[in-house]
């Protein structure tokens, strides 16, 4: 194995901060994809452990991040199916 020369101070920086953003990186793609996959009620658990400036962060990230007439939209959408389910018959 070849000795490696010690980094300058320019490069120590540039290597931690290479090393930092890797690590952001893995952790962003890896909460992604947990909340694409993890059931729901796993969901709901882990999030219930954090405080609640946790919990408003995290809030405030997620609605500025997207279009609330969406998730609006959407939550619309889920109570019209809802409300249609149960009026329904139970013979239907």
Do not use: C, F
């Not at 952790?27 to 609640?52: I, N």
């Not at 609605?63 to 939209?73: G, N, P, Y």
């Amino acid at each position: 194995m070849p000795d490696q020369q010690p980094l300058s101070e320019s490069q120590a920086r540039a290597h931690a901060r290479a090393w930092l953003t890797k690590q952001h990186s893995d952790a962003h793609e890896l909460v992604v994809t947990l909340l694409h996959y993890v059931p729901e009620p796993d969901r709901t658990r882990a999030l219930s452990q954090l405080t609640t400036g946790e919990l408003r962060r995290v809030a405030r990230l997620l609605a500025d991040a997207t279009d609330l007439r969406q998730v609006a939209r959407a939550i619309v959408a889920d109570l019209q199916r809802h409300l249609s389910a149960q009026q329904r018959p139970n013979g239907s």
